[in-house]
């Protein structure tokens, strides 16, 4: 099974920050877009945020002007820049990569955030 690895979680304070890392593979080819989602226990998993191969980027409302999206000089490369952390921040972060036939998954990260 082909999943992307993701580092960079943590136990942070309220306000500070966290970098997300994530590498596709390079069994993977032609990624179109990257990008950063959370799941919360009983939730569904929601996008904090994706990048294009253009470099277009879209937000959740949530964490707009908080986090940044960008990708590595490597095209399989995703980081989540995470400034002003807040509490409800804390859950589980997953990274994927699609294609035009495929969406891979990473196996998740911890992001933990203390008031």
């Known amino acids: 099974q082909v999943q992307l690895v993701e580092s960079g979680g943590g136990l942070v304070q309220a306000g500070g920050s966290l970098r997300l890392s994530c590498a596709a593979p390079?069994?993977?080819?032609?990624?179109?877009?990257m990008g950063w989602y959370r799941q919360a226990p009983g939730k569904q998993r929601e996008l904090v945020a994706s990048i294009t191969n253009a470099g277009v980027t879209d937000y959740a409302d949530s964490v707009k002007g908080r986090f940044t999206i960008s990708r590595g000089n490597a095209r399989n490369t995703v980081y989540l820049q995470m400034d002003s952390l807040k509490p409800e921040d804390t859950t589980v972060y997953y990274c994927?990569?699609?294609?035009?036939?495929?969406?891979?998954w990473g196996q998740g990260t911890q992001v933990t955030v203390s008031s």
């Open positions: 994927n990569a699609k294609t035009t036939y495929h969406t891979w």
């Open positions: 390079g069994s993977i080819f032609s990624i179109n877009a």
